[in-house]
């Protein structure tokens, strides 16, 4: 079975600008959740999509923001980038018909603001 | 606020011997804790996960012990391998949410 995909593995960006990660979960999982990894915060939950809705969201600003279609897939988009928006970015997929499903990984996004 | 807290930040072993990395939590809504390890490059992957009904679970090398009345939990790898070179994370959720709060990690290095 094909694991968590994530793309672009890089992302440069500009201060200001607006950016988009795409998430490909495991086949058969509904659940979707974005993570934020920075070294001095660790894993920081940004939110939860389970069949297209969001379940649960974290305390981060409303520039960050995020959808999950029919199939799964989810999308994040962060808008009016700051400095401190850069972090490496982390999709998890899981079963989620229960909660405290084991959360499945991608290998993230690298996004750089400058 | 971390509402998990975990330690040491960094953790170097000698190859056979046991790393131990400690976690704490404040809030007893949370039942369901699981251990990451994360490779550079990598996203993190689950190594073992323990509820609160028993104090001890094993998994070939990977142990978490559980205390409910302290609330804390810690991760024992006995005999360290170079291979487990990695940083683990620990985490709590709640029954009623599919939300993690992850501890800021701990960096192990296991020297031949």
């Known amino acids: 079975k094909a694991g968590v995909t994530q793309t672009p593995r890089y992302l440069i960006k500009t201060r200001g600008q607006q950016v988009t990660l795409s998430c490909s979960p495991i086949?058969?999982?509904?659940?979707v959740s974005w993570y934020q990894q920075t070294p001095g915060q660790g894993l920081q939950f940004l939110f939860e999509?389970?069949?297209?809705?969001?379940?649960n969201k974290g305390n981060f600003p409303g520039r960050f923001s995020g959808r999950q279609f029919s199939n799964s897939r989810s999308e994040m988009n962060v808008s009016t980038l700051e400095l401190g928006d850069s972090a490496l970015y982390l999709c998890?997929?899981?079963?989620?018909?229960?909660?405290?499903?084991?959360?499945?990984f991608g290998n993230g996004t690298r996004l750089t603001v400058t | 606020q971390q509402q998990v807290k975990q330690s040491p930040q960094s953790l170097i072993v000698q190859k056979g011997g046991i790393s131990i990395i400690n976690c704490a939590y404040e809030?007893?809504?949370?039942?369901?804790f699981p251990w990451y390890q994360q490779f550079p490059g990598k996203g993190p992957a689950l190594l073992i996960a323990?509820?609160?009904?028993?104090s001890e679970k094993k998994e070939g090398r990977f142990t978490i012990s559980f205390n409910k009345s302290a609330k804390q939990f810690s991760l024992h790898i006995m005999d360290s391998q170079p291979g487990d070179s990695a940083t683990y994370f620990c985490?709590?959720?709640?029954?009623?949410?599919?939300?993690?709060?992850f501890g800021t990690g701990t960096s192990l290095t296991v020297i031949p």
């Open positions: 998890a997929s899981s079963l989620g018909e229960r909660y405290n499903s084991p959360l499945h």
């Open positions: 086949s058969g999982h509904r659940s």
């Open positions: 999509y389970f069949s297209e809705t969001q379940r």
């Open positions: 809030n007893t809504a949370f039942d369901y």
């Open positions: 323990i509820r609160p009904d028993v």
């Open positions: 985490a709590a959720s709640r029954y009623t949410g599919n939300q993690f709060y």
